[in-house]
């Protein structure tokens, strides 16, 4: 493959206002930023073009909108940009890398006066057996329109295949470096541009770490020289926001040593590690749904009793989203359309508002109640269900969601 080869794949439009990463840190004990996004589709867009607008790798854009095309989105499809996240348990300073979510968090010091913030981007990361190794580092050299001298190891790979690599690649628009290098501390590994933006987000790469052009140039001259680098192994994550446990799952990592039948061992880990309470049963199932799904969506899986009842009867009301945030009830996610259709009637014959949100023939119809303007009310909607129609469900601080009449449901 070539080093220029797929570079006009990229349809970023030009001008395109790129939403800033950076969130405000929450304080001590509360672990969630951001925000759930919807946009609509444009000629011409990819779900790639729309994720780099808003710091959204390819893989997380998909796995939010399950079914959808990646190249070929319809025109006026809404789509669903996930800019919530869970920070992963590890020391708020410097840089943490958790690969299973091919994402980047920087902690930039505390300036007197200011609020701290936390920066977060997407990136590409090896592919499988060419991860960089867990543990600890720090940032040993930067690098602008750094020169690409091509390990021996990757000009023979190449060559095997009949392409012929130079052994040094200056700076330009052919080095896959791009314009910007920070190297780590151990194995050469390095934090760089690219000039194939559309591998952010993919595990495709020799083991460095790729970043949109726009994001490490944001991102380079903020981290210092010896700022330390934490990379981690988290699938899954769990945090508190304002009395309410939320929790996040990625695809695990084979060669972290998981497989489907020992995944769930650090799932359970994850939230043991933050829980002091003990968590009901339901709770555990939101929480097995959601690390069986993938989906890289944090949701509310648990809100301790004592919380809710401390609030009311100090007379102050139990914590919620912003008004402009709404909320579903994510019922289920079902390839077969007879079990959709069947859950479906079940939730008419309640008398609630049922979207199905399907996107192709073969892909999964999602059905959804909702949707509601504010927690309380998803979150008794929610019970309401599972306690007269025996259905696990998960409350999803999503935007709100089209229904498609690819599922047929009616």
């Keep these: 493959m070539t080093l220029t080869r797929c570079c006009a794949i990229v349809l970023f439009a030009a001008g395109a206002a790129v939403q800033a990463a950076t969130y405000p840190l929450p304080q001590d004990g509360e672990a969630l930023i951001g925000k759930m996004q919807e946009t609509v589709v444009k000629a011409g867009e990819t779900l790639l073009d729309i994720g780099r607008r808003y710091s959204v790798g390819i893989n997380e854009m998909q796995n939010a909108n399950p079914g959808i095309d990646p190249w070929l989105p319809p025109v006026g499809q809404k789509i669903i940009v996930p800019t919530l996240y869970v920070l992963p348990k590890a020391p708020r300073e410097g840089v943490v890398v958790n690969l299973p979510e091919l994402r980047l968090y920087y902690y930039p010091p505390a300036k007197p006066g200011e609020q701290r913030v936390v920066m977060t981007y997407p990136l590409g990361i090896g592919s499988e057996g060419r991860t960089l190794p867990f543990g600890s580092t720090k940032i040993i050299e930067k690098k602008v329109d750094p020169v690409w001298t091509v390990p021996e190891s990757i000009r023979a ?8 690599l130079p052994k040094v ?4 628009p052919d080095n896959p470096l791009g314009k910007y290098a920070l190297r780590l501390g151990f194995n050469s590994f390095l934090i760089h541009s690219t000039n194939r933006p559309f591998s ?3 595990r495709v790469s020799h083991g460095c770490l790729r970043m949109f052009p726009e994001n490490i140039e944001e991102f380079f001259p903020k981290v210092a020289l010896g700022a330390p680098v934490r990379i981690i192994d988290q699938p899954y994550k769990a945090g508190w926001h ?3 446990l939320y929790f996040e799952a990625h695809p695990p990592m084979a060669e972290a040593g998981h497989s489907p039948d020992t995944n769930l061992t650090p799932m359970v ?3 043991t590690e933050i829980v002091e309470t003990k968590l009901d049963d339901r709770a555990w199932q939101l929480a097995s749904n959601v690390a069986s799904q993938h989906a890289g969506i944090p949701a509310e899986i648990f809100v301790p009793v004592a919380v809710s009842q401390l609030m009311v009867g100090a007379g102050l009301p139990v914590p919620v989203q912003p008004r402009d945030q ?3 009830v994510q019922v289920g996610v079902f390839r077969d359309i007879g079990k959709a259709k069947q859950v479906t009637q079940m ?3 309640m008398e609630l508002p049922v979207l199905a949100n399907g996107r192709d023939e073969a892909g999964p119809c999602r059905v959804l109640v909702g949707p509601f303007p504010s927690r309380e ?5 929610g019970e309401r269900i599972y306690k007269n129609a025996g259905l696990e469900n998960l409350l999803v601080p999503a935007a709100r969601f089209d229904a498609d009449v690819a599922c047929a449901l009616n």
């Design 200 to 202: 952010v987000g993919m």
């Design 347 to 349: 939730m008419r014959r």
């Design 242 to 244: 304002q009395g309410a």
């Design 157 to 164: 790979e190449h060559a095997a295949e009949g392409e012929f």
């Design 269 to 271: 880990a994850a939230i």
């Design 326 to 328: 709404h909320w579903m």
């Design 377 to 381: 009310e998803a979150v008794v909607t």
């Design 169 to 172: 690649v200056p700076p330009g």
